[in-house]
């Protein structure tokens, strides 16, 4: 029988836990000494929560709208100082971190969306390189010395990462597209995100050359980039000409699993361009998927920056499923 919106909810709603989380999943590649785990969970973190939430955001269904509500307190609690977010908490069982602009703008938005404003962009637009684009950390840099307190958070915040900052794990001056299409989500047109959008169209408009540091999948940045056109960020809207034809000649890859494909699928119907779905070979299968059940399977979705560590969810295949196929048959 294929899958049903209905099913789809009743799935997502009995993954959410007591406390309205939605639990991130992790795994490791072959080779790796904690590969033989599988998917398996560990620390709490708001980032793959948050994208679950966003993606029912999109569904009238009554129940969509309750796993919402649920999920919201787990949002909120979990942010920090000033209205920012890390991937994992400090002092947990996983690497410490420092806040970063991929986390802080999805649940941002978010808490926007349920009337629930942060007053952070001030400092969010801040976290800029020499050439103004936005950078993934959130660390001490000289432009915010005129916010005294928030600079000596971050400091001790930083000394805190401090063998994490130094390890390849990630670069202080790490920027790429898929991380700043989140921010532009929550940002939309802000004049001091102009490098910004600038950088993404750019990076977009070349898919074999781009950048990509935090996603392994080719389609995310796209995916990001046209859900934040979707939501209002205008000065993307040039994407709805030339994208559908980059995924139609094949040249940016959609990976034969059902987080990828449905991300294509919410991508070509953001940018308008439903019609070219059918020209997929896998778009029929997709779209007939029969119901998994309670054995809906985790994807990566969000990698470290060497690719060992992946994130994702059941949770999160299913409730970007339920965006892609809820879009198409809404009138």
């Known amino acids: ?46 980032f793959v929560h948050a994208n679950i939430l966003i993606a029912l955001s999109s569904s009238e269904h009554p129940k969509a709208k309750a796993i919402i509500q649920r999920g919201l307190p787990f949002i909120r609690n979990s942010m920090e100082r000033n ?29 926007v969306q349920n009337g629930q404003p942060i007053r952070n962009q001030h400092l969010l637009l801040r976290n800029t390189g020499p050439d103004g684009r936005l950078l993934t950390w959130v660390v001490p840099r000289p432009n915010y010395l005129r916010y005294p307190l928030f600079w000596t958070w971050l400091r001790r915040d930083a000394r805190h990462c401090q063998t994490t900052i130094q390890s390849p794990m990630l670069d202080v001056s790490d920027s790429e597209p898929a991380v700043l299409a989140n921010v532009l989500l929550y940002v939309g047109d802000h004049p001091k995100a102009r490098p910004t959008v600038a950088y993404v169209l750019d990076q977009l408009a070349q898919p ?21 056109l979707h939501f209002g960020t205008r000065s993307l809207e040039s994407l709805a000409q030339w994208v559908p034809p980059l995924l139609r000649e094949g040249r940016i890859p959609i990976a034969d699993n059902l987080l990828s494909q449905s991300m294509a699928v919410t991508t070509l119907h ?11 070979d896998w778009y029929q299968q997709w779209l007939n998927m029969e119901d998994p059940g309670s054995d809906w399977p985790a994807y990566p979705y969000f990698v470290s920056k060497d690719h060992n560590f992946r994130a994702g969810a059941p949770a999160l295949t299913a409730a970007f499923y339920l965006e892609a196929l809820g879009n198409l048959t809404t009138p």
């Open 1 to 46: 029988m294929p899958v049903t919106q209905e099913a789809i909810l009743d799935f997502i709603s009995h993954c959410q836990q007591a406390d309205g989380q939605f639990l991130s999943y992790e795994s490791y590649p072959d080779g790796h000494p904690l590969h033989e785990l599988g998917w398996h969970t560990k620390d709490p973190s708001p």
């Open 83 to 111: 209205g920012f977010w890390r991937f994992w908490p400090q002092g947990g069982q996983t690497h410490n971190v420092p806040p970063d602009l991929d986390d802080t703008a999805v649940c941002s938005f978010l808490m």
């Open 208 to 228: 074999e050359e781009m950048e990509l540091q935090y996603y392994a999948d080719p389609i995310v940045p796209y995916y990001h980039a046209s859900r934040a």
């Open 270 to 280: 953001y940018l308008g361009a439903d019609d070219q779905l059918p020209f997929f």
